[in-house]
C-alpha cells in the first residue's frame, strides 16, 4: 500500500526524485537535497530506504551517459576504503541516534570542503596524501548512513581535479557499485519495505526526466562553473546535515 500523504508531499516528493535524476547526471551533491526532502516527508529509516532505491534508478541513467568516461585506478584505490566506510556505517546504523550521525556528518563535510578549497588555493595537484583512505571511508560511511555520499566524494574528485566528463563518470561507477552494495544492508536493517518500494515505482518517472535534463544541462558546463557548483551543493548539504 502506498503511503497516506499530502498534494503537497506528493509535489515534494516527485521534485525530491527529479532532482536525484539531475544529480546522477550533471551536479554530484544534489542528491543531498533530495536527502533533505524525503526526511520531511517520510519516517526517517523509510525515507533512507526509499530513497537508496531512487539512487540506484539514477545510476543506471548516469552509467548509460558517462560510463565511458570513468578513471579506473582512482576507482580501484578507493575500494578498500569504501567498503570499510560502508561496513563501518552498517554497524553505526545499528547503534547511534540519526541526529547525532547526521551532525557528526555536517561537521565533517565542512572540514572536507575547507581543506579541499585552501589546497587548490595553494596550487596543490591532487588529493592530499592519505586522502584516498580519508574520502573513501568517510564516503563509505556517509553514504552507507544518511545516503550523503555525495558531497564527500565530489570534494575527492574536485581535489582530484578530474575534468567534468571524467568527474561524472567516475562518481557514476561509483555510485552505482556502492548502492548495489547496500542494497541488502538496507533491506536487512528494514530500511527498504514493500511499501518504499511501491512509493518507488510511482516516482521513478520523475527520476528520468531529472536525469535527462540533467544530461543537457552537463553539456553546457564550464570546468570552473560546474566546481563552483559542486562547492555550493556541498556546502548546502552539509548545513542541512547539521540542522
Do not use: C
Request: net charge positive.
Amino acid at each position: 500500500m502506498l503511503p497516506e500523504l499530502s498534494a503537497a508531499a506528493w509535489v515534494l516528493l516527485v521534485a525530491a526524485a527529479a532532482v536525484v535524476g539531475v544529480s546522477k547526471t550533471a551536479l554530484p551533491g544534489a542528491s543531498t537535497l533530495s536527502v533533505a526532502a524525503f526526511a520531511a516527508v517520510l519516517p526517517a529509516r523509510q525515507s533512507t530506504g526509499a530513497l537508496l532505491a531512487l539512487l540506484v534508478v539514477g545510476d543506471v541513467f548516469a552509467l548509460w551517459s558517462y560510463h565511458r568516461h570513468a578513471d579506473w585506478k582512482a576507482l580501484v584505490r578507493l575500494a578498500p576504503a569504501v567498503l570499510a566506510g560502508v561496513l563501518l556505517g552498517v554497524g553505526f546504523l545499528a547503534l547511534a541516534d540519526d541526529s547525532e550521525v547526521r551532525r557528526v556528518i555536517g561537521v565533517t563535510l565542512l572540514v572536507l570542503i575547507a581543506f579541499t578549497l585552501w589546497r587548490r588555493r595553494r596550487a596543490s595537484e591532487g588529493p592530499p596524501p592519505g586522502g584516498r583512505v580519508l574520502y573513501g571511508t568517510l564516503g563509505g560511511f556517509t553514504t552507507m548512513v544518511a545516503n550523503a555520499g555525495g558531497p564527500v566524494m565530489s570534494m575527492y574528485f574536485l581535489a582530484a581535479r578530474f575534468p567534468v566528463k571524467t568527474f561524472l563518470g567516475t562518481a557514476a561507477w561509483f555510485f552505482a557499485t556502492v548502492n548495489i552494495v547496500k542494497l541488502p544492508f538496507s533491506i536487512s536493517l528494514g530500511l527498504l519495505t514493500p511499501a518504499g518500494a511501491l512509493l518507488d515505482l510511482v516516482l521513478v518517472p520523475a527520476v528520468l526526466v531529472g536525469a535527462l535534463a540533467g544530461r543537457r544541462l552537463a553539456d553546457r558546463f564550464d570546468q570552473a562553473a560546474f566546481e563552483r557548483v559542486v562547492v555550493v551543493l556541498t556546502v548546502v548539504g552539509a548545513v542541512y546535515l547539521l540542522l
